[in-house]
T-cell receptor, first 115, second 114 residues
Framework: EAQVTQNPRYLITVTGKKLTVTCSQN?????MSWYRQDPGLGLRQIYY???????DKGDVPEGYKVSRKEKRNFPLILESPSPNQTSLYFC??????????????FGPGTRLTVT | AQKVTQAQTEISVVEKEDVTLDCVYE???????LFWYKQPPSGELVFLIR??????QNEISGRYSWNFQKSTSSFNFTITASQVVDSAVYFC???????????FGTGTSLTVIP
């Protein structure tokens, strides 16, 4: 089954404790991305990756890191989480051809609470 | 400035009514892509439609239809004969080639009352 998986689905942590949210896709997609969803703000792109070893900042990259060492994985790293990073996080992937954007497939979401 | 504006925050309709969700976008690129996604109460994001900037033809899929008008920078979504299962948050999104960054609107929460 074609899917994007995220782990963990729920996480409660404390300020300053490094954490990683994993994302994996089995569709051989070139493009992967992370979003956060907050009430009244919709989805905002944190980082995206066009392919292995190629990553770019989205609209709200501060406080986050990513890496793309393998095509299928795109982990989101919070080196020192703060309460304002409490949010619902989505990973997404899509096929990509030259200059063409295709629909993204989203993971189930990770609800993160930072106390 | 907001690249994608969904001015309707919440809409309530009675079942079987038609409803239109508005989406206005802003871009200077000539090549771009527009999308609609549905987020039901269960929380997952479901892709509904993708349109490129060179294709202004309206599309109909069952009870759903989309009206793309470049002259007004709008990509509106109409649900005909709404059903309770249509209750969800709907997001409009824009991607500007070749940057491939995505911009989502703030969403419209639709409630269909039985």
């Amino acid at each position: 089954e074609a899917q994007v998986t995220q782990n963990p689905r729920y996480l409660i942590t404390v300020t300053g404790k490094k954490l990683t949210v994993t994302c994996s896709q089995n569709m051989n997609h070139e493009y992967m991305s992370w979003y956060r969803q907050d009430p009244g703000l919709g989805l905002r792109q944190i980082y995206y990756s066009m392919n292995v070893e190629v990553t770019d900042k989205g609209d709200v990259p501060e406080g986050y890191k990513v890496s793309r060492k393998e095509k299928r994985n795109f982990p989101l790293i919070l080196e020192s989480p703060s309460p304002n990073q409490t949010s619902l996080y989505f990973c997404a992937s899509s096929f990509r051809a030259a200059g063409v954007s295709y629909e993204q497939y989203f993971g189930p979401g990770t609800r993160l609470t930072v106390t | 400035a907001q690249k994608v504006t969904q001015a309707q925050t919440e809409i309530s309709v009675v079942e079987k009514e038609d409803v239109t969700l508005d989406c206005v976008y802003e871009t200077r690129d000539t090549t771009y892509y527009l999308f609609w996604y549905k987020q039901p109460p269960s929380g997952e994001l479901v892709f509904l439609i993708r349109r490129n900037s060179f294709d202004e033809q309206n599309e109909i899929s069952g009870r759903y239809s989309w009206n793309f008008q470049k002259s007004t920078s709008s990509f509106n979504f109409t649900i005909t004969a709404s059903q309770v299962v249509d209750s969800a948050v709907y997001f409009c999104a824009l991607s500007e080639a070749p940057r491939n960054q995505f911009y989502f609107g703030t969403g419209t929460s639709l409630t269909v009352i039985p």
